[in-house]
């Protein structure tokens, strides 16, 4: 399957940096490109690269009305979005979403043709006591309650290990080959058709280490926090991810 490379800008940019940043992305032939980037610069990204989709980092659950702060899933469809991040471990961490709400998000998201990229993953101690795919599976089964077994195949998955994101060493290829499978594997014995659903990394993903994550079964993307503000950066990790160096 095509893969992708999703950009998470988090609450970084500026119009002139946004501008720079742009500047230095091209389409790479094979491979999906996004970025997701703060609402306010939705607008300024409606031109953007050739073969750049657009993504946003969160959405609302609700439909429209009195939510004040919220941004909907109909809004963010009508700025040209693509994608939308949902669950990301910063929101789970520090805005208290649990597992229903990013399942809610999700169905919201997809109700309006975005296709909703729900992040999933452990943290150290989780890990360490061996909760990797008890955690995973519980997260993944909220999201699976809220759309169902035919819906859940058009979702893009993330595993994002929390004790990777923005450190600046990655999980192993090992952890990550071992993890994606059973993913994938969860969602098959769910009766997903799991073979379509694009299993992307993330956590800490950067230029010298791309190639060997996505050289590993079941990684068909990649989510990429602070090396996507960096073009020669996300550029040389788009490129690795469609097979070039
Ligand atoms: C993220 O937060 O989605 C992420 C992967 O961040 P980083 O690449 O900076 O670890």
Known sequence: MTRLV????KMNGSLAANRDLLDGLMAVPGVEMAVCVPYPYLAQLLERPAGVALGAQDVSEFEAGAYTGEVSAGMLAEFGCRYVIVGHSERRALFGED??????????????????????????????????????GRQ?????DALGVA???QVVV?????????IGRSASVE?????????????????????????????SMKADNAAALFAVPDVDGGLVGGAS????DFMVISRAAGGGV
């Open 6 to 9: 999703a950009g998470n800008w």
């Open 99 to 136: 597992d229903a709400v990013v399942g809610r998000k999700a169905r919201a998201a997809l109700a309006h043709g975005l296709v909703p990229i729900v992040c999933v993953g452990e943290t150290l101690a989780e890990r360490d006591e061996g909760r990797v795919m008890a955690v995973i």
């Open 140 to 144: 993944l089964a909220a999201v699976l």
């Open 151 to 153: 819906a859940m195949a």
């Open 158 to 166: 993330a595993y994002e290990p929390v004790w990777a994101i923005g």
């Open 175 to 203: 952890q990550v080959g071992e993890v994606h499978a059973a993913i994938r594997s969860w969602l098959a014995g769910q009766g997903v058709a799991a073979a379509a659903v694009r299993l992307l990394y993330g956590g």
């Open 229 to 232: 503000l960096v073009a020669a």
